[in-house]
């Protein structure tokens, strides 16, 4: 067609106009699959230039050359066997060629590719730049994944170390009342009544801080009402644990109150731990509770005999002993736990940057 429009020629150019137009219109009809088959096509187009002078279809195969190749060598080779059509088109054609416009198609078909790798080059920047913010939201997705698993695990770990902890003691302790009873005086009674109130006050006090974090009010998160615990009260817990009828021997080598904040949280809620293990899990046993500062950080060692009297507590679920390992871990510490000589010991060290 095109040639029939400017009255150019091809090597068919003498043929009668339907052969021309029909030879045209092929060449136009391959376009149509240009896009799978971009090479093939392109060669086809440039076989139908040779014949029938068709400029515009060689112009739009070589766009999409120019968009579906990347490498130098198969753009190269295109554009060699274009040359070449462009040329044999000038030699062959009937009648004859004229040079000028063979200039002209060939600055056509030229300015054509290259319209077609700079449209390919953006389409890529485009992709990259999208893949690239698909990466960064998925990484973005995963850390605030990790952090929320984090959160929920540290959540857990405290509200086991309160609820697990207090509610022993409330149960001990109301245990104690229930063997008992005779056996004891009014003002037994009435301290044992007591402990078991200041326990279910803490507890509820501690709740309520952790519930605070999780749903925070008007001015942002809540504060802790009840101060974190440190080392500073290893004594206390000792004594509360002693309170209740539990044999523990504390031994102190060095300054744990000193350490940092996380570290000195770590060996409280250790400590704080195995004594409850103790007291549900071997209950009337001796427990051994050691605390060193050396060098490298803090040894710990929790150890306690054979059960003497009866469990008097409800079975956990077997988070405390998992907390502690993931509190170690957050620390870059160790706790190791087991049976040892008819009895259990837990051992934890946390080191210390000094
Ligand atoms: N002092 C101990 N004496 C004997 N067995 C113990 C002692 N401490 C832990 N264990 C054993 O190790 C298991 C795991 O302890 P862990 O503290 O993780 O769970 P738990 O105390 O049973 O439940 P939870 O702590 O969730 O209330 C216990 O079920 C118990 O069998
Ligand atoms: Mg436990």
């Known amino acids: 067609m095109n040639s029939l429009i400017k009255g150019a020629n091809g090597l068919v150019g003498d043929a009668p106009p339907p052969v021309l137009a029909a030879v045209s219109g092929a060449v136009g009809l391959l376009l149509m699959w240009r896009r799978c088959q971009p090479g093939l096509v392109g060669l086809a187009v440039m076989v139908g230039f040779v014949a029938a002078f ?43 060629g004229n040079l000028r416009e063979s200039l002209y198609t060939l600055a056509l078909v030229l300015g054509m590719l290259a319209v077609g790798q700079t449209v390919a080059f953006r389409r890529d920047l485009t992709l990259e730049a999208q893949e690239r913010a698909q990466a960064l939201e998925r990484e973005q997705h995963l850390l605030t994944e990790r952090a929320q698993v984090g959160e929920r695990a540290r959540i857990a770990r405290e509200m ?49 801080d952790i519930l605070g974090v999780l749903t925070p009010g008007r001015d942002g998160l809540r504060a802790p009402r009840t101060p974190q615990p440190d080392a500073s009260q290893l004594g206390r817990l000792v004594e509360s644990a002693a ?77 405390g002993l998992i907390g502690l390992r993931e509190r170690m871990a957050l620390l870059g510490g160790t706790l190791t736990a087991g049976p040892h000589d008819a009895g259990f010991k837990v051992e934890a060290c946390i080191p210390v940057d000094t």
């Open 243 to 319: 309170s209740r009828g539990q044999d523990v021997r504390l031994k102190v080598n060095g300054h744990p109150e000193a350490l940092p904040d996380a570290v000195q949280r770590a060996i409280y809620r250790i400590a704080q731990e195995c004594l409850t293990n103790a007291a549900k899990h071997a209950p009337g046993a001796v427990v051994t509770l050691t605390v060193e500062c050396r060098l490298d950080g803090v040894h710990m060692s929790i150890a306690n005999g054979p059960p003497i009297q009866p469990a008097a507590a409800p079975p956990g679920g077997g988070y």
């Open 160 to 208: 086991h170390d309160v609820v697990a902890h207090r509610i022993t003691n409330i149960v001990l302790t109301a245990n104690a009342l229930k063997v008992s009873p005779a056996g004891q005086s009014m003002a037994e009674v009435a301290q044992a009544g007591d402990q078991i109130r200041s326990e279910g006050h803490q507890a509820l006090e501690e709740l309520r």
């Open 54 to 96: 068709t400029p515009a279809s060689l112009a739009v195969a070589m766009y999409t050359i120019g968009t579906a190749y990347r490498k130098a060598r198969p753009l190269i080779l295109y554009t060699a066997a274009a040359c070449t059509a462009v040329f044999v088109s000038l030699l062959t054609s009937r009648p004859a």
